[in-house]
């Protein structure tokens, strides 16, 4: 492919053609999918991710725009040779409207970026997860992130308020005025939130803030069966409007991040199921926090209000992710499933998966508050969906969605069908033909 035309709009420099340069942009987080790419092109603002798209329309060549390559559905790496239109370079935080709590930031920007420039403004952030530090704003709109705080606050799509985007044509549309109310005609921001780069790359947005509240307490609450947790999640919901997040996970879980990091127990005597809680206000909301959980049904309980002791309670919850990844590229199964159905759902997936693949191994944490799990097999070769078969089926069976928060990627497209109609999706095909005739914004992911 004769690359000059790109590079005589971003620069040499900026079009990786090296095996050991574009490497780490053509494999996924967890390593299960992999690709290979004849460049990766990095534009420094949205005049020129314009040119690029304009001179791959032109030139019929597809693109797989990119953030921080966190992604869990294989969605942000080029299975078929594609272009990897890098976002990381539009990293500007800027306007920051103290007034209004608003802020207008660049799609490379990472969610702890944001978070950090929102802070000194007395502002945060609503949105919140374990990869902040490497996320990007872009890729968060694209999958339209959740967190551990959606209870709270909502999803990405509830923070965003306009986006600038460049269209699969090289057009841009930029809605950045930053109006709460302004119903005239299609809401573009809500179409791109989970279009997982299909539809437009987007290339700015401006966001909503939430006040920053400095009284925090985080507590770890350990209990004998999974029924009880999910029932102290719903008293913890309803009788502290403070709580930030519930967030669970169970026994072996927290073996295996003990054993991979090395810590230690948390309670002297082992529960069965865990949930960290977290809650926070403008006054200290400890003691409210502290009347509420001892009416839990608990085994035990650590309550922490320092930073440092906060983060320790955090990490046994938020080191699952990274442990599970170093046993070998999971196959990452992230569900919502209706309240009533979540305990039956969480006894009988780990048979399912046995009755397929006995040697597999299940792993269960997630965001209770949610009803959002995210089941996580390992042991079980790459190309191998009959597991994904099994939970996937078994999550629409009882009435769940097969997608929670990361998007549908190339990992779930075959299934896509389970929670969407056929009328629903010849009006997504429609969608995209409209914007993307030709096909060449990621077209390897979320339509079958
Ligand atoms: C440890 C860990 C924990 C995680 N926890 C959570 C969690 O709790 N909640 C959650 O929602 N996710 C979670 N994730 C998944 C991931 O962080 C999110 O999906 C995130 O939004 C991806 O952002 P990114 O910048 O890395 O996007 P990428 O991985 O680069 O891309 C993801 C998708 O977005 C598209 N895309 C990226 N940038 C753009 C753009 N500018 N314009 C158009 N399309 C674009 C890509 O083509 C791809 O389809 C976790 C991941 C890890 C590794």
């Not at 690709?35 to 597809?62: L, Q, Y």
């Not at 770890?220 to 967030?247: C, H, I, K, Y």
């Not at 305990?343 to 006995?358: D, I, K, M, S, T």
Request: hydrophobic residues 45%; contains cysteine.
């Amino acid at each position: 492919m004769n690359l000059t035309g790109l590079e005589s709009i971003v620069g040499a420099s900026n079009v990786l053609t090296d095996a050991a340069m574009t490497e780490s942009y053509t494999v996924d987080w967890t390593g299960r999918f992999r690709g290979s790419t004849p460049a990766v092109v990095r534009p420094a603002d949205t005049h020129e991710v314009a040119e690029v798209v304009r001179w791959c329309a032109a030139n019929g060549v597809a693109v797989v725009p990119q953030g921080g390559n966190t992604g869990l559905v294989g969605g942000s790496v080029p299975l078929r040779d594609e272009i990897v239109l890098s976002l990381r370079r539009l990293d500007a935080v800027s306007d920051v409207d103290a007034g209004a709590g608003q802020v207008t930031a660049g799609a490379g920007v990472t969610i702890g970026d944001l978070q950090r420039a929102a802070r000194a403004t007395g502002w945060d952030y609503g949105v919140d997860w374990g990869a902040r530090d490497t996320a990007t704003v872009g890729g968060a709109i694209a999958t339209n992130a959740g967190g551990s705080k959606v209870a709270r606050y909502g999803d990405t799509r509830a923070q965003v308020i306009g986006v600038e985007a460049v269209l699969a044509d090289g057009s841009v549309v930029a809605h950045l005025g930053g109006l709460l109310k302004d119903n005239t005609g299609y809401h573009l921001p809500s179409l791109l939130c989970g279009s997982e780069g299909t539809l437009g790359v987007v290339t700015a947005a401006r966001v909503r803030l939430v006040p920053a509240l400095s009284e925090r307490v985080v507590a770890l609450l350990g209990f004998e069966t999974v029924d009880q947790a999910l029932r102290a999640t719903s008293v913890l919901r309803r009788s502290l409007p403070s709580v930030e997040a519930v967030e669970l996970f169970f026994d072996d879980g927290l073996a295996l991040v003990r054993e991979t990091f090395g810590l230690s127990a948390p309670f002297a005597t082992p529960a069965s199921a865990y949930l960290v809680v977290e809650a926070a206000d403008h006054e200290d909301p400890t003691d409210t926090f502290a009347s509420v959980v001892d009416e839990l049904d608990v085994l035990a309980a650590s309550v922490a209000t320092s930073s440092d002791d906060r983060a320790a309670l955090w990490r046994y919850r938020e080191a699952h992710t990274e442990a599970i990844n170093l046993i070998g590229p999971p196959h990452k199964l992230d569900v919502t499933l209706p309240a009533v159905e979540l305990a039956g759902f969480v006894g009988e997936v780990r048979q399912r998966v046995a009755a397929v693949l006995p040697d597999a191994r299940v792993w269960l944490f997630g965001h209770a508050a949610d009803g959002n799990l995210h089941v996580n097999v390992t042991g079980v070769d790459p190309d191998d969906e009959r597991v994904d078969d099994a939970v996937l089926s078994l999550v629409a069976a009882r009435g769940g969605s097969i997608s929670a928060e990361h998007g549908i990627g190339t990992a779930k497209k075959r299934w896509l069908h389970l929670n969407r109609s056929s009328e629903e999706l010849a009006a997504m095909r429609a969608i995209k033909s409209a914007l993307d005739p030709r096909g060449i914004l990621n077209p390897n992911c979320l339509l079958p």
